[in-house]
């Protein structure tokens, strides 16, 4: 059995909306609106795996994070993380759990990040000397030293979020959930979670979910993918497969000497400025046969390739996927 | 479960207590500030009181002084909340609360008690100090003795739990409303009436002492400033300490059954 099974799980919110007319009878009538955030999602996830999640907003990823937890009780389907039903006992769960929710925060805002951590401990019944190691390991890897004494109000973005991290980690779970790590961090910060996250699957063998709107994170760190729409699951499988299956487009911008013959070119083309921009599937005419008839059309003077960048592929795959 | 076991069960609760109670202690400006408040309304009581009794009954007048300052000193612990659980509400950092293995309810009362108790304290200790400068009239007058002091300080740890219990059930509206002024308004007018901050609740009609000595309002520090006024004979202090207990085992009883029901149905919102 995997270390996670999800079977069809599927869950309703109950939405209470004002009706759309009528006076003063808003003031006790409304409407109830049943919302489905997941529908009929099974999936399965082996131990050390790295997965991650991706949908646009409203998709079903903090739902199903949510009913992995323990937090939210489906209305139907089940699940098993490591043999346990998330949502029938949960302290026991989640003792189990790690979990890191960008834009929020776990430490206490007005007392030194080392007591936060103190508290981790004893929550999570750590031995002391396990945790002192523990502490140490975390603290040289994410760099925390200098401000473990600080409260977290003093911190920068950046420096919150490896703190949020190391509480995370502090009780070594064996799964670990990330909500939107990276947001708000610049290159540098980003460069370093990845790498750190990335160390930490290897080494302990943390099973990892990220959730995340940041294609790079994606890219650097899974390499399978389940993408959410609509709160169903439309695509499970490797990251690289699927970002082929979107690119299928490449744009080749060219600026010519002077005015070229347009109708020689075999490709779609719009003005931007003084270039040409040319638009064509790789698939259907290669861009070695492309090429020659570009520089037939007149003296270039300047040319670039390009592909299409991860935004723009996710952008596309939402849209195809009418979502 | 052996004893180690049990005890180690325990630290999360205890190293929240401690916790929240070094939180309190950075908020020295909130302190002092709230020490100009206390003694400023503790002294126009006084004054509305002395001139109430315009010099008859000497002796009343004394303990309702001293009745007002303990009121004030601990006015901290009765009426502070930070709010925290509520913005975690709705902030959605509630997710963070729920994926920890600990009882939520014990979890928070023990917070709130760590939070009130030392916060009471850092008004307490400069208030003590004030009374020195006041003349004589006007300060807080001792209490009955060693032992009247020490049921004062047990009865008023009991009260401190006591009132905490109860501030869980408003806790556990507020989930349910997610805002808390509403009933927080509601609370805070039943509670100063009934608390004894606006009138000392032994000035309240003979035949309702009964009535307002064994409501739940009253334990907290209504109960702890009478032993401190009048040392309490054996079963008198039994008794009060009993109702105090009876107190805590009810409040917390539906406080758990609402923080049960709320966490089961909680939707985290957002993201």
């Known amino acids: 059995m995997a270390f996670i099974e999800a079977q069809s799980l599927s869950k309703t919110y109950t939405r209470h909306n004002a009706p759309k007319s009528g006076g003063i009878s808003r003031l006790w009538r409304r409407e109830i609106q049943q919302i489905q955030a997941l529908t009929d999602a099974s999936f399965s996830i082996e131990r050390g795996e790295l997965v991650g999640l991706i949908g646009p ?151 990892i979910l990220l959730t995340t709107h940041d294609m790079e994170d994606m890219l650097a760190l899974c390499s399978r993918v389940m993408v959410l729409g609509r709160g169903r699951l439309l695509y499970d499988g490797a990251l690289d497969a699927l970002l082929r299956q979107y690119d299928t487009v490449h744009t080749l911008r060219v600026v010519f000497e002077e005015a070229p013959e347009i109708a020689a070119l075999p490709a779609h083309v719009t003005r931007d400025g003084d270039a040409y921009v040319l638009t064509y599937e790789p698939a259907k005419m290669p861009t070695s046969e492309l090429l020659p008839q570009v520089l037939s059309a007149g003296r270039v003077r300047e040319m670039t390739l390009k592909e299409q960048n991860v935004d723009e592929l996710i952008a596309r795959m939402y849209k195809e996927m009418a979502l | 479960m052996n004893m180690n076991a049990r005890l180690r069960s325990l630290r999360p609760y205890m190293t929240v207590f401690r916790l929240r109670a070094l939180m309190e202690t950075q908020y020295r400006a909130a302190a002092l500030g709230g020490l100009v408040t206390q003694v400023f309304f503790g002294l126009v009581y006084i004054f509305l009181y002395t001139a109430l009794y315009a010099g008859n009954s000497p002796e009343m007048l004394r303990d309702t002084i001293t009745y007002v300052w303990l009121q004030q000193m601990f006015f901290r612990m009765m ?137 739940p309002f009253a334990q907290a520090l209504d109960a702890p400033i009478r032993m401190y006024q009048s040392c309490a004979a054996l079963p008198e202090w039994a008794l009060t300490v009993a109702v105090q207990l009876v107190w805590i085992v009810i409040l917390r009883w539906i406080g758990r059954s609402m923080w049960q029901r709320r966490l089961d149905n909680m939707t985290v919102q957002g993201g």
């Open chain 1, 57 to 207: 907003n409203g998709a079903g990823k903090s739902t199903t994070v949510k009913l992995l937890t323990g937090i939210l009780t489906p209305t139907g389907g089940e699940c098993r993380v490591n043999g346990r039903t998330p949502w029938e006992n949960r302290r026991e769960h989640v003792r189990h759990l790690g979990a890191v929710f960008g834009q929020r925060t776990q430490l206490w805002w007005d007392v030194p990040i080392r007591d936060s951590f103190l508290l981790l401990r004893d929550i999570y019944d750590i031995d002391h000397a396990v945790w002192q190691k523990r502490l140490d390991a975390l603290v040289e890897a994410l760099e925390l030293g200098e401000f473990l004494n600080a409260p977290l109000r003093q911190l920068s973005l950046g420096q919150r979020m490896r703190a949020e991290l190391c509480g995370s980690l502090l009780h070594a779970p064996e799964l670990l959930f990330l909500d939107e790590p990276t947001i708000g961090l610049d290159a540098v910060s980003k460069l370093k979670l990845r790498a750190f996250l990335k160390e930490e699957n290897r080494r302990n063998g943390t099973t």
């Open chain 2, 79 to 215: 009426f502070s909340s930070d709010g925290e659980l509520t913005n975690l509400i709705m902030s959605g950092g509630v997710a963070y609360m729920l994926v920890r293995p600990v009882d939520q309810h014990r979890f928070w009362v023990c917070r709130d008690v760590g939070g009130r108790l030392v916060g009471a304290m850092m008004r307490l200790i400069p208030m003590l100090a004030v009374q020195f400068i006041l003349p004589r009239e006007l300060r807080i007058g001792l209490p009955d003795g060693w032992l009247s002091l020490a049921q004062f300080g047990l009865s008023l740890l009991i009260g401190c739990v006591c009132l905490c219990e109860l501030m869980s059930i408003l806790d556990a509206i507020n989930m349910k409303t997610l805002d808390k002024r509403g009933v927080s308004a509601i609370l805070n007018l039943t509670m100063m009436t009934f608390s004894g901050n606006v009138i000392p609740l032994t000035l309240f009609p003979d035949g309702l002492q009964t009535l307002i000595r064994y409501q």
